[in-house]
Each structure stands twice: as C-alpha cells, then as structure tokens.
C-alpha cells in the first residue's frame, strides 16, 4: 500500500529542498517514499518520487510515471539505491557519505533520469531513516564542485528532518484512519441501537395497555390491584427512559459529519471543578426536595413482595412513618433503592429472608437499611464495590447483572451529600447463619434541618 503524503508534508519537502538549491547550490533534488506491495516479498521495496527539482529533470515523455520509475531501484546489501545516480551513499547509522566503487554500482536498462541531470561524482543519496525503519531516499546534487564536509553535514540534518516529518505524516494518516473506522463503528452502533429501541416501544406500549385495562377490570378492594399498579408505573418509568435514549442519540448529519484533524493541534489541560452528571442516569436535572423515606419507599416495597412471593423469599419490612424529612431527588433515590433491593431479591436463594428497614438515625442523617441472608460479600470483592462492570465471584455464577448497579447507586447517592455503607456478614444477626452469612447496605440521607 502507497503510503499517503499529505499537502503539508510535500510542502515541507519542497521548503527543504530549496534550502538545498538556494543555500548550497544543489543542481538536482529528488525525495522518494517507498511504497511496500503485498504481492511481493517482504525484503523489498519499490520507491516513488514525490518531490522533483527542478521539474525539467523528471523522465523523458513517455516514461515519468510512477510505476515506470517504481522499475529504477534495485538494491546493494541491504540499502536501495538509484541506478546511474549515486556515487555517494550514507547507509542508516553511518556518520558521513561513502562512496561506493565504480564496480559495485550495478548498470541499469530500465528508465533513468536525463542525462544532463547524472553527476557522475557530486550527487549524495541518503536514506530517510527513523528509529530503525527506512521511509524513503533524498538524492542531491550539483554540477560545479564537490561537497565539502559542512555541506554533507547540512545535507544529513536535512534528510533527518525529512525523516521525523515522513513519521509524523504516517502517523497522522494512521490517526485520520483509526478515527474514521470509529466513526464507521460508531454509526453501526447507532443503527443497532435505534433497532432495538424501535422494538422495545411496542411490547412496552401492550404492556401498559394490558396494566391500564387490568386496573380497570378489577375491583378498589382486589389485592391485585397493587400489582397491575405496579405493571403501569414501571411501564412509565421505561417510557420516561426511553425518551431520555431518544434526547441523546438524536444526532444531527453534522454531528456524524467525519472528522478531521485540525492542521495546528493545541492540548490544554485543564481542571473541571464541577463535574456534570452523567447522561440517562434518573433524576438528571431534578432539584432535590424534602421527602419521607416512608413515602419513596412505599411503592417499591409492593413490587417487592410480588417479586419474593413468586422466588419464595420472605419480605420484612420495618417503616417508621414519622421519622424527619430528609432532602434527596425523588427519582435518584428510587433507583438506587431499586438497584439494592433488587440485588437484595436476586442473590438471596429460595427459603430466604430480606430485611427493609427505615428511621434510622445518625448525626444528622437518616438511614434505610436492607438486609439478606444470602452467601455475602468476600472481602476481596468489598474492596471493588461501585466500580462499573466489577461482579467479582459473581460473574462466576449462572446470576445475569451487569455490575453497574451498585456503581450508579453510589454515584447518585455521592450527589445527594449522602453515604452508602456496606457490611458483608449483615450486622443483623436475626437474619444470618454460618452457612448464609448475608450482607446489610445502609443508605444514609441529610436529614432537613427544623
């Protein structure tokens, strides 16, 4: 594959070569690059020039494209070399041109450059090397007189110069590349991502018609009207999440537009004292008010038992109604108590019991308090507790989760000025054995101050 030059390194290439001809008389300059083909073997190389002084030297009508020059190179040791060229070369790592015997520089058929251009003792080829890795050649030189040792000097700085600039120019061509695959990548992602949303509305949109016509059908004392209650505002909760998806993949055309990298490129550091919060996490926006723990916890608590009446877990609850107010977004705290809760009903194994408490009190903060008897929390895995994606000994079990749970309950609770406490054995001893040492989360909530 022919390695991409950009406008600004061939400018630079020029700018360079006319320091050659201007500040020490070079007649003739050419910068190749070399192009590696697959269908050849790896040890060789064809070169192309892409960067010719004066213009009148390219080859004769007929034969100056590129693939008739790419024929000009062959190759003495392990360094190319133009034929009918050089009678100085420097080879990678050397300090100073060489010069090679008339015997050693092999006779070309194929294309060359017009003779009036063939100096045969003052032209210099030089290697574009960087850390190892040959890019392309500089050749230059002049009819007049020889090169001194300064000039050589000048002429290598030069050819490194071209070097660095041929590295970076690759490496900004491997940049541009690896960010239009992500785009490339990122555009499919939406695809899928759009399907799936698109196929989540409609059983989403049946089942809160299903709970809305179960509501109506049953009569005020039915005891299953808590859960076709339940059935609707769940549904109203996906609904409100997935308008949330909606608000942040609508993108425009120019926010999918390709990017391209700026031609000067400024990094500043800098510090954000106020983080954000994150995109789709519940409450985003809401301000936080004064609320009962009693009130927040009362519909969760219905779904709840539903849930372990059907995995055959036993539900207690202990709510204290008129404990203080404490000040929290409504619909943050209702998805960490969610996400606990839920953790609580799905570690927990059948014949279980769980533990819901609320009023408790500490300096200045209330607390709700859930409790387990299931197999606990290793202390190893206690260490790793509200990281993203971390499910310690859990990922080993058939039990699905994402190990994002208890991370956004820590991260929603952080922005409400309250504390999350774990303890794995449970500090309720009623509920715990040996053999179901269980653990107890503790959420604690400023309480509003009279």
Not at 31 to 51: F, G
Not at 53 to 79: D, F, I, M, R, S
Not at 261 to 274: G, H, N, R, S, Y
Not at 442 to 450: A, D, M, Q, S, T
Request: aromatic share 4%; hydrophobic share 40%; net charge negative.
């Amino acid at each position: 594959m022919l390695m991409s030059a950009s406008s600004d390194f061939l400018a630079l290439c020029r700018e360079q070569i006319a320091l050659l001809t201007q500040g020490l008389g070079a007649t003739l300059s050419i910068v190749y690059l070399t192009q590696e083909l697959v269908e050849t073997p790896s040890d060789e190389a064809k070169l192309i020039p892409v960067v010719i002084y004066p213009e009148t030297a390219l080859l004769p009508p007929g034969e100056e494209t590129a693939e008739a020059t790419e024929h000009k190179q062959l190759q003495v040791g392990n360094v190319l070399i133009l034929p009918n060229q050089q009678r100085r070369l420097l080879t990678a790592g050397s300090e100073s041109p060489t010069s090679l015997p008339e015997s050693e520089i092999p006779n070309a058929s194929g294309p060359h450059l017009k003779e009036e251009y063939l100096f045969s003792g003052n032209q210099i080829v030089l290697p574009l090397v960087y850390e190892g890795v040959m890019m392309g050649l500089l050749v230059t030189g002049r009819k007049d007189r020889a090169w001194n040792e300064h000039e050589e000097s000048q002429i290598q700085r030069i050819a490194q110069t071209l070097a660095i600039a041929c590295i970076l120019d690759q490496r900004r061509a491997w940049f541009e590349q690896q960010l239009h695959e992500q785009q490339v990548l990122q555009e499919k992602q939406r695809d899928l991502l759009d399907n799936l949303l698109h196929q989540f509305r409609n059983p989403l949109t049946a089942l809160r018609t299903f709970g809305k016509l179960l509501l109506k059908r049953l009569r005020p004392a039915d005891t299953n009207r808590n859960v076709a209650n339940s059935i609707v505002r769940e549904s109203d909760r996906l609904q409100e999440l997935l308008q949330q998806f909606d608000q942040v993949i609508d993108l425009t055309e120019a926010d999918l537009a390709p990017l391209h990298l700026p031609e000067e490129v400024f990094v500043e550091a800098t510090i954000q004292k106020d983080a954000k919060p994150p995109l789709l996490l519940p409450g985003t926006g809401d301000k936080a008010v004064d609320c009962s723990l009693a009130d927040i916890l009362e519909p969760l608590l219905i779904s709840a038992k539903a849930i372990a009446q059907e995995r055959k877990l036993k539900l207690i609850t202990e709510i204290q109604q008129n404990s203080p107010l404490v000040r929290a977004n409504v619909k943050a705290l209702r998805e960490v108590l969610t996400n606990i809760i839920d953790n609580a009903l799905k570690y927990t194994p059948p014949g279980g019991k769980i533990l819901i408490q609320a009023g408790q009190e500490k300096a200045n903060f209330q607390g709700i308090v859930i409790s387990d008897n299931g197999p606990g929390i290793p202390p190893q895995d206690l260490e790793h507790l509200g990281e993203r994606h971390y499910r310690g000994v859990q990922a080993q079990t058939e039990i699905p989760g994402t190990g994002l749970g208890l991370a956004i309950a820590k991260q929603l609770i952080e922005q409400m000025q309250g504390e999350i406490e774990v303890f794995s054995p449970a500090i309720n001893s009623k509920l715990t054995s040996p053999d179901a040492p269980g653990t107890t989360f503790i959420i604690w909530l400023p309480e509003v101050e009279n």
